[in-house]
């Protein structure tokens, strides 16, 4: 039987610094990318030097072919001595247009060595509210210090713990990186899951309980962490099978509370939950946009640069609009508009596909099943009906928005309907779409915006089994997503028909090594006929072997 | 028994010993019978758990020392018996003391000798 443990790194980090944050560093090589220290996931290549000892001659050591497209994190210019000594130190800077308060700071070191030292100060303005000398024992180097309100940071970096070598830099870090093992974590849960038609974006889940020996998360802990605990900060679990690693996701820190003084416990969910926390308001009236076109703008909103769509699905088009709504509904209505699903993959990015896949199915066997185990069927749809909408632009100008009166300053003005502006009473229009406006004034008084709505006309479109009587049918309607139009409807409710004729759904146990949500499966069932089906749902014990509950369907 | 095999936070207790049972506690990550009844399992460790019977103890002084030794308030103690050929040390917790009243005369209670057990706070054996 498998070995399995896990671990979880926990980011106790101001990712809106590290987002916003003008980074750079004296004595500094020109092949650095300093964008690279703001990616979480950024891992440098393993680039071959002429620093003294720095690789065997064994023909193990790739050179790259191109240095410029080479991943380089942030590289010192210049090598320290035989002494280990920079003759001037490099200095990376770090200004916010924010302030910020951090339990301290960590900076990621690559290579084969580390500074000696680091001398870190923390400035408002140009008044400092903090200095402190460390000594770097590692790769990863956590400058213990609480700071409020800073806006600019300077780590000077002394020497190099090994002659000869340059500074360099893989990743930095607003705040404190916690590793949790087996000697930690109490239980570690995640809930995977993926809706085979979109009809909801489900977000997945990480339930992770810990034992915190130093108390550093008791909330009461004058000394502790907890006051710069913030959502979506990120946690990366990985479990290991048989020594292997197998990435089990990104979730993003939503909720946390004590039970005991050392007992901490973290709720946290993947990106889609991450979407749903940001509003979309800019969609276009689009005519035949591709679907890559749409995401890319729910995306981009989102904050989201790690996502893929299946090529067949992306030059899919769609014409239509989406009304305000957070990002992950934007994206909802998208995919369920183009027939596909969305999952969050276990490497933290988002895949856009359409289920069940072409891929070849996984055989899961007697053998293979534990637990209590049920196969039940879902209620009977016979008669899927769409709504398919279409969108004119009105001719006839008229008032969108109408306030006798309001104060000066900023506002965001929604639209209920999807209208083109064409002109605003005063003030100044900041910004606007067809869902909203943004408006300035710098008086009090009357507001009124001018433009076109658009108008909307709605086909049904029906697919059912044949020979069907009213008193028969079972028909599920679906309305409201403005992406449907008359050129998809029917591949719409051709789609959604033929899901909901899957009726059977199989829930067992599995000990988890590869399977994961959205793979092909084929069930030898316990009724002794096999199944075929596509893996919709798994919630891992990851502190009890990698069990899951498996939902087939 | 020797006398020399109670060592409780690096004190050695000069008790004798009634009787020691060593128990090794397999303690399973899960453990579930496949639909065709063969049992999957992932260990996830050995604990050596002990119950120890001691004699009743004559010295008052060690008597006492003992006593207080084990109510003492702590959730851990390291503590050094017999395993295999030799001993062992490791963290365990009492989760047990025992001890009958043999009499009581004069206003003077006399106590027997202590059952303990010990056990141990993480496996001896894991994978």
């Not at chain 1, 926390?277 to 790690?306: C, K, L, N, P």
């Amino acid at each position: 039987m498998a070995r399995t443990h896990v671990e979880v790194l926990q980011r106790v980090a101001d990712a809106d610094a590290k987002a916003e944050a003008s980074i750079s560093m004296s004595n500094v090589l020109s092949y650095s990318d300093y964008d690279k220290l703001r990616d979480d996931e950024y891992s440098s290549d393993d680039i071959p030097t002429c620093e003294l000892n720095n690789f065997l001659l064994d023909g193990n050591t790739d050179i790259p072919d191109y240095l410029s497209t080479a991943n380089f994190g942030v590289w010192s210019n210049s090598l320290t001595d035989e002494n280990g000594d920079f003759i001037t130190n490099p200095v990376l800077t770090l200004t916010t247009s924010g302030s910020y308060s951090t339990a301290g700071f960590t900076v990621t070191f690559w290579g084969d060595t580390w500074p000696k030292q680091t001398v870190t100060t923390w400035y408002n303005g140009t008044t400092v509210l903090g200095t402190s000398t460390d000594t770097c024992t590692g790769f990863t180097h956590f400058i213990d210090n609480a700071v409020n309100g800073f806006n600019k940071i300077t780590i000077e970096f002394v020497g190099t713990d090994t002659p000869y070598r340059r500074i360099k830099i893989c990743e930095i870090d607003y705040g404190e990186i916690f590793s949790w093992t087996d000697n930690d974590i109490v239980s570690a849960n995640v809930l995977e899951e993926v809706n085979l038609t979109s009809e909801e974006l489900t977000i997945n889940t990480l339930d992770l309980t810990i034992h915190d020996a130093s108390a550093s998360f008791n909330m009461l802990n004058p000394s502790g962490v907890y006051e710069y605990l913030q959502q979506k900060q990120q946690f990366r679990v990985q479990g290991y099978v048989d020594g292997s690693i197998i990435p089990m996701g990104f979730y993003y820190l939503d909720t946390w509370e004590n039970s005991s003084a050392v007992i901490a416990k973290f709720s946290a969910y993947s990106i889609i939950g991450v979407m749903d926390t940001v509003t979309y308001q800019t969609s276009s009236m689009w005519s035949s946009a591709t679907v890559s076109t749409i995401v890319a703008s729910i995306m981009a909103v989102a904050g989201v640069t790690r996502y893929s769509i299946d090529s067949g699905i992306a030059s899919q088009t769609l014409s239509g609009y989406i009304p305000i709504c957070t990002c992950r509904e934007a994206l909802h209505y998208v995919c369920f508009a183009a027939r596909a699903s969305c999952i969050s993959k276990r490497d933290g990015s988002i895949k856009i596909i359409r289920l069940p896949s072409s891929e070849t199915e996984i055989k899961i066997e007697k053998s293979q099943k534990m637990g209590d185990q049920s196969i039940k069927q879902n209620t009977l749809v016979n008669s899927v009906a769409v709504t398919a909408y279409a969108f004119t632009q009105s001719t006839d100008e008229s008032d969108l928005y109408s306030e006798d009166s309001l104060d000066a300053g900023t506002y965001n003005i929604t639209f209920d309907n999807p209208s083109v502006i064409s002109g605003i009473s005063r003030g100044t229009l900041l910004s606007s779409g067809i869902n909203f406006a943004k408006v300035q004034l710098t008086s009090s008084g009357s507001l009124k915006i001018y433009g076109y709505e658009y108008n909307s006309s709605t086909t049904i479109y029906t697919v059912e089994a044949s020979g069907l009587t009213d008193s028969k049918r079972s028909q599920a309607t679906i309305d409201s997503i403005y992406l449907i139009s008359k050129s998809n409807a029917q591949s719409v409710a051709q789609f959604i028909y033929d899901d909901y004729q899957r009726r059977i759904v199989q829930d067992f146990e599995i000990a988890v090594t590869s399977e994961k949500i959205g793979d092909n499966v084929d069930v030898d069932t316990m009724l002794n006929y096999r199944k075929s089906g596509t893996i919709t749902s798994l919630d891992m014990d990851l502190t009890g072997g990698f069990l899951a509950k498996c939902e087939v369907r | 028994m020797e006398n020399d095999i109670l060592t409780i936070d690096g004190t050695t207790y000069p008790v004798n010993i009634v009787s020691l049972t060593e128990t090794s506690d397999f303690q399973d990550k899960y453990s579930e019978q496949t639909e065709n009844f063969d049992l999957k399992r992932e260990l996830g460790g050995i604990f050596f758990n002990y119950e120890l019977q001691l004699g009743e103890i004559q010295n008052q002084t060690t008597a006492l020392a003992l006593y207080e030794k084990l109510h003492e308030f702590t959730e851990f103690h390291t503590v050094t018996l017999p395993h295999n050929d030799g001993l062992q040390t490791f963290q365990a917790y009492i989760t047990g003391v025992g001890r009958p009243l043999k009499s009581r005369i004069n206003e003077t209670n006399k106590w027997g000798g202590y059952t303990i057990t010990f056990t141990a706070k993480s496996p001896q054996i894991t994978s």
